[in-house]
Structure formats: structure tokens, C-alpha cells
């Protein structure tokens, strides 16, 4: 995957200066020791020009670190901590920032050895929000050098997504479909997070296209697809278009990305795309995805945006699909129930027409893509990759900027089970705890769209705090609650 950055986070420990300093810095040092016996060292760098105990301590850390190359910053209170100096470092360093605070070592040294950064860090979030600078603080700030190592750790996904959204192009190109107004995509939200935005008509799409027409390039491409699908080719017909359409959207990304280091595309594929294209560009897609690049369908702009930054937080291959149907009884009696813990109303069906990447899939095939060809000629619906979603665990989450410009999200972990589909398309039986309370409460009562970002694991835990981190507000992250915990909509009387 080569749209992911590289983090590096800088270490950088302050002190009061009525403390003694060699607390921060022997706490420092025994820090970096603990990261890096557990993790992967160049993930980090201990700044050793000095503890920030002044405004010009600040500066010099400051200059140290970015000359270091590091992209994200922990401030590491080493005993309470100067509340100026510490959160202007954090105000001038441009990436993201977290806040970590040392626990005391030993009842056997609390005159001088007390550091009382518990303390400290009451005034450094204080500060920090007076200054309204956004930073990432744990859920308990306060450790072990261990326990901070693997605080550290935490932040990297969260640090990860926060750095590649502020270097990040969005390029969309056409408008929504039409009867797709749930993908409507107000784009002052994406602004205020920091990602540029680049819309294209569908013209412009098809011009590039028709120039990559005999590109040299496109036998290696055939090739690779080839190798990729093996015995799943079964439309090899298609292949040289797919071909030429990959090439021009990688060409496109690289002479449109400008400034930006990183980019998602928001792409249209019905209703004119396929008897103008000849094909379909699920396969297309799933392939960008699985190098790192989201593409999203029915240029669902902020699902592209979603997909990337699930990309992000899990460095992993990730899905876009519709919440799309509910499982039959009969599916639910003879495969699920009694063999899982899950209630019919937890269990649904998510899909999309081929854009899972072949890595994602237990089995697949190259196929037409069905409810297009239920009204266009098949020969121009070939391109979709389908086949059931590998089973296990899941997150299923999406960031959107509703009609009237208000940020929100959801995020609920669940699994795909390993229960045949019997259906078409990339798809899978999901299963999320209280799925049908979160469906009616958040889903319906939030206004989302159908299309959900679909990550390969359990992130909800950094994806909550990267979307804190951006802005949105916590009483607009939905999550799939317990049972027996309610939403503000929910009737109590059932």
C-alpha cells in the first residue's frame, strides 16, 4: 500500500521549573527504552536538545523535532509541567499531537521524587483549551513508562489518519446518480477538516480515457490482472478496457494530486457509465483500494472519505457497501441460530456490486454486474468481482456531512459470519450486537446513507478518537449500545 504515511512521533518532556528536572528526564529516557522494546523503534524520536521548561526551551524542541523529520508529537509531562510552554509546542507544531503524563515510581520516594504530572495534565488540557488546540489525550492519561509506551502505540493509527487527512485530495468526478440524493455531499465540512476537494465532470473521465486508448502500459496491466484473478477470470474480454480505465485513473491521480500527498476518489458507474465505458469499473476499484487507494461508487464522496480513513487507522484493505438487505428467517434458522449469539435483528446482509478487493473475498469470479443487466445489454455490465466477504471480525463505520452541514459519524463492531450468501454481488451476512436498535436509532434517526465503510478488524477505538480529533462532536458518534442502554429517540416502553 503506498498511500499511507509513514508516522514518526517526537518525544519531547517537560518540566516546571521549581521541579527537578532530572525527573522528565530520566522518566524520558526509561519512556523511549520501554517503546522500543516492545515496538518498532523507528516509530519514534526521543528530542534530547532539552526539557521545555521556557517559551525559548519550546522553540528549540520545536525546531529539533521538525528537523528529525517527525510528523506527529507527544508532549511527555515528566512532573507537572510548564502549561504555557508545553501547549504552544503543541500549538506550533503543525501535525498531530497527543498528552501523556508520568505515574509516580515508588512510596519510598515522594519528597523529591514526586513529580505530580496527575496534576499537571488538568492544567495542559485546561490550556489546551483555551487555545482551542486539538490533541489527542488517553482514556487515562497517566503511566508507567510501559503503560505510556503503549499509549504511544495507540496514537499511531489515530496520528496516522489525522496527518494523511490534512494532506489529502478528494477527487470526485461526476454528480451523484440520479434518485442518489442520500449521497449528497455538502463540502464545507471537508474544508473544515482539511481535506481539498477536486470535482470533475464525467466528461473530462471519459476524454482521459479514450487518450489511454493503445497505452503501451496495458498488456502488463492485463497481465497482472490475470495472475490476480486466475480461474475467477471469467469475462477475460473485459480486461484490456479495465486496463486502460486503472492506468487512467493512476495517471489522473498523479497529475491532479498537486500539493496533496495522499488521495480517495469518489467515481461514477451507472447510470451512462457502462454504454459509454463498454464496462463496469468495480474490478477497477477493488484494486486501488487494496494499494491503498479508497474508490468509492455513485461518487459517494464522503464514503470515499470514510474508506480512507479506515485505510489509514488499519493499514489494511478496506469495503464500501450498502446496508442492504435483511437475512431470510430460513437462512437465520438453519445457519445462525443456536451456533451464535446473535438474535435475528442483529444480522443483515451488507453488499455492492464487485468493489471488495480479491483479498477480501473467500471466493470470487469476474462477472456481469446482475440489476444493470436487468435493463442494458450484458457485454457492457462486465467488470464486477463477486464472491462472499471472508468471515471474522469487522468494523462497520461512516463520517458524513448531512443536508445541513453538520459533521457526524457512526462506528459499530461486529463480524461477517462464515454463512453461505446465496446471493450476488460482493457480499456477506454481517452480524453487529443490537443491530436493529442501531439501525432504527442511528442509521434511520441520523439520516446516513445506505453505503457503509466496512474495515477488516476492530477499530473502533482509534476511528472514535480520529473522529473526535476532527471535530466531530461526541453527542453525534453514533455506536451500536448495549442493550438495556437507550437512545435519546428510543421509546422506553419498547
Known amino acids: 500500500m503506498n498511500n499511507i504515511p509513514k508516522m514518526k512521533v517526537g518525544i519531547v518532556a517537560v518540566s516546571r521549573d521549581c521541579f527537578p528536572e532530572s525527573l522528565s528526564v530520566n522518566r524520558r529516557k526509561a519512556l523511549v527504552e520501554a517503546y522500543k522494546a516492545k515496538y518498532d523503534e523507528t516509530d519514534i524520536y526521543e528530542c534530547p536538545v532539552c526539557i521545555v521548561e521556557s517559551e525559548i526551551h519550546m522553540v528549540q524542541a520545536l525546531e529539533d523535532i521538525k528537523a528529525a523529520g517527525c510528523n506527529a508529537l507527544c508532549v511527555y509531562l515528566g512532573n507537572f509541567g510548564p502549561e504555557i510552554s508545553e501547549t504552544l509546542l503543541a500549538k506550533h507544531f503543525e501535525g498531530p499531537k497527543m498528552f501523556v503524563a508520568a505515574a509516580e515510581e515508588s512510596s519510598s520516594d515522594l519528597m523529591d521524587g514526586r513529580g505530580d504530572a496527575y496534576c499537571g495534565m488538568l492544567n495542559a488540557s485546561y490550556n489546551l483549551k483555551l487555545r482551542n488546540i486539538k490533541a489527542y489525550i488517553p482514556e487515562y492519561p497517566v503511566g508507567t513508562a510501559e503503560e505510556c509506551a503503549d499509549m504511544i502505540n495507540d496514537f499511531l493509527p489515530i496520528a496516522r489518519a489525522v496527518y494523511a487527512l490534512n494532506n489529502m485530495k478528494l477527487i470526485s468526478f461526476g454528480p451523484r446518480p440520479l434518485n442518489f440524493l442520500a449521497c449528497n455531499a455538502p463540502i464545507k465540512q471537508l474544508y473544515n477538516i482539511g481535506v481539498e476537494i477536486e470535482e470533475n465532470s464525467e466528461l473530462d473521465l471519459f476524454e482521459a480515457f479514450n487518450k489511454h486508448a ?54 461514477k458507474c451507472w447510470p451512462a457509465f457502462q454504454t459509454q465505458f463498454g464496462f463496469v469499473p468495480c474490478y477497477v476499484n477493488s484494486r486501488l483500494a487494496a494499494r491503498g487507494i479508497p474508490v468509492s461508487c455513485e461518487v459517494d464522496i464522503y464514503g470515499a472519505l470514510s474508506e480512507f480513513i479506515g485505510t489509514m487507522v488499519s493499514q489494511d484493505t478496506v469495503t464500501l457497501l450498502d446496508i442492504n438487505n435483511s437475512v431470510p428467517a430460513d437462512m437465520y434458522n438453519d445457519d445462525i441460530k443456536g451456533k ?64 445541513d452541514n453538520v459533521l457526524r459519524g457512526y462506528i459499530a463492531q461486529g463480524e461477517i459470519l462464515p454463512v453461505a450468501t446465496k446471493s450476488f454481488g460482493g457480499i456477506g ?66
Open 214 to 267: 493503445g497505452d503501451e502500459r496495458i498488456p502488463e496491466v492485463v497481465a497482472d490482472m490475470e495472475a490476480e484473478l486466475g480461474a475467477a477470470n471469467k469475462k477475460p474480454e473485459v480486461l484490456a478496457k479495465l486496463a486502460q480505465y486503472e492506468l487512467t485513473l493512476l495517471d489522473w491521480i498523479e497529475e491532479h494530486k498537486g500539493y496533496r500527498k495522499y488521495v480517495a476518489i469518489a467515481g
Open 340 to 403: 451464535y449469539d446473535y438474535t435475528h435483528k442483529d444480522t443483515f446482509m451488507a453488499f455492492h456490486c464487485g468493489n471488495t478487493a480479491i483479498g477480501k473475498l473467500s471466493s470470487c469470479e469476474m462477472k456481469y454486474q446482475k440489476i444493470m443487466a436487468r435493463t442494458l445489454p450484458v457485454e457492457v455490465t462486465n467488470g464486477t468481482l463477486e464472491g462472499d466477504l471472508v468471515p471474522g471480525d469487522i468494523t462497520f463505520y461512516r463520517l458524513q456531512s448531512t443536508a
Open 429 to 494: 451476512v454481517f452480524a453487529i450486537p443490537e443491530m436493529g436498535r442501531f439501525y432504527r436509532h442511528v442509521l434511520i434517526e441520523g439520516n446516513y446513507p445506505h453505503h457503509g465503510a466496512v474495515a477488516f478488524g476492530n477499530y473502533g477505538k482509534a476511528l472514535y478518537e480520529v473522529f473526535k480529533y476532527i471535530g466531530v462532536p461526541v453527542e453525534e458518534i453514533g455506536y451500536n449500545r448495549p442493550k438495556g442502554v437507550l437512545y435519546p429517540t428510543e421509546n422506553p416502553w419498547g
